[in-house]
């Protein structure tokens, strides 16, 4: 319940999601990534993707706090549809938003897994990983 009030809370405001940020939320749903509860790992996932997905300071400190190493060895033949949603959508947040662009030494650790997820029937599987490619490749360089 306190992870699906904290998701909530995450998906409002800039204020509010800083708040979540400010009280080490962060570090606590990484964590909730290795949960043998598939139901609390979509959880953390879909708090995360909030979090990332609110600005440039908000995706890298999800980014630093290695959720890259969290939500990899998730993606497997095994994962159900929803929670594979979720985290190509988490994905894409991750890769979202410049000035500055996330850190690319990170990003590119995704990028195997974005380049077979094109292969997927599920549109909006497809749809979040083409927009994860997208984020990385856009260079004003």
Known sequence: EAAW???NIASGTSD???C???HNAVLHF???L???SINMAEQAVWALGNIAGDGVAARDIVIHHNVIDGILPLINNETPLSFLRNIVWLMSNLCRNKNPSPPFEQVRRLLPVLSQLLLSQDIQVLADACWALSYVTDDDK
């Open 34 to 36: 290795q949960s043998k």
């Open 16 to 18: 509010q999601t800083r």
């Open 30 to 32: 990484v964590a909730l």
């Open 5 to 7: 009030a904290l998701t």
């Open 20 to 22: 979540v940020i400010e």
